[in-house]
């Protein structure tokens, strides 16, 4: 597999698989506009308050966000396990990549504690507590004592970026893992505070997780003819939820080839709506038509027999009450 890296300067110009860095992969590293997964999700739900939130609009919240705004303490242990887990990208040794609060500072809810993190986070580096360390190290052991996992996250390339060009924009996505033998199977790694099935299935809707994993199929399918992709049915598509606390348990998520392919279409439609949306400054909100309330059938079955039974008063079609015969 070709692994292409950009020099300093350098942006995308050609698709491919791409080593570079996180930030670089967030920031305007193409020389055209470039979205990602998630991006393609803001999108997909409404033009308008993606383009308001987007780096590539001038007048948008993005540069309203501070430092402090910008941290996400759950995100950052998130990468934690990540990196020490799947590992960065080719190259960047884990342990360079953080630095741990000083024991001065009790909490990071200090001036003197924030101030310290915004000028460590300015240099790259992520911050992190002892105890964070400590769960990290436990989390990883629990996947190397798991062989389906450990196979999984172990042997493969981590953190490749994907660049695909779609019109006149580029789709990028990020997949934790390449497979160095075998791309047939897609997985996305995550961490939760709760890894029973029941939410596991909550978080992958609340967070369009299965959408994502839509995207690196589809980009993994625009690549170059170099690339030799195996046919979509012989794909298998998985999340790894790890609950971010003892006992640190693994729960795996199937997710359907016929789900992936239903959602690669939703995020074609975004990818459609960014592009008309930058040539002509149109975006569509949440809706172009008006909608129809549709309450819940249950609840609409049971006033009709509230109302049936008397339970409730009936009215007429002048929204008079209707006075039943007790005779």
């Known amino acids: 597999m070709k692994i292409r890296k950009l020099k300093d300067g350098e942006k995308v110009k050609e ?75 080719e190259g960047v040794d884990w342990n360079d990549s953080y630095v741990l609060r000083p024991t001065e500072y009790k909490t990071w809810g ?19 507590t002892t105890q964070d360390i400590t769960a990290v190290d436990a989390m990883a052991q629990r996947i190397l004592d798991d062989d389906a996992a450990s196979e999984l996250f172990q042997y493969g390339h981590p953190e490749l970026s994907l660049f695909v060009k779609f019109e006149d924009i580029w789709i990028k996505s990020r997949p934790d893992v390449i497979p160095i033998y075998d791309w047939t199977i897609v997985s996305d790694y995550k961490t939760t505070y709760n ?41 298998a598509f998985s999340l790894f939820f790890q609950k971010s606390s003892r006992p640190y348990g693994i729960t795996p998520l199937d997710i359907p080839n016929t789900s992936v392919w239903q959602l690669v279409s939703k995020n074609i439609k975004a ?20 909608e129809e309330f549709k309450p819940n059938k249950w609840e609409t079955e049971r006033i009709e027999q509230q109302i049936a039974s008397g339970e409730l008063p009936t009215l007429d079609n002048m929204m008079k009450l209707v006075t039943k015969d007790k005779s």
């Open 15 to 89: 698709p491919g698989v791409y080593a570079m860095d996180i930030n670089q992969y967030h920031s305007d590293c193409a020389d055209a506009p470039s979205f990602s997964s998630g991006e393609l999700v803001e999108a997909y739900d409404s033009g308008e308050e993606f383009w308001d939130g987007s780096k590539y609009n001038p007048d948008s919240t993005y540069f309203d966000k501070t430092d402090a705004d910008r941290h996400q303490p759950h995100f950052h242990f998130g990468n934690a396990a990540h990196g020490k887990i799947i590992g960065h990208e």
């Open 110 to 128: 200090t001036k003197g504690a924030k101030d310290w993190r915004v000028v460590q986070e300015r240099q790259g580096l992520t911050c992190y």
């Open 271 to 290: 990818a459609q709506e960014i592009a008309h949306g930058l040539r002509t400054g149109q975006w569509r909100g949440f809706t172009e038509k008006i």
């Open 195 to 235: 890894n029973s099935i029941g939410n596991c299935m909550l978080e992958t809707k609340k967070y369009h997780y299965a959408q994502k994993l839509a995207n690196i199929a589809w980009c993994m399918y625009q690549l170059p003819d170099e690339f030799e992709m195996p046919t979509f049915d012989d794909l």
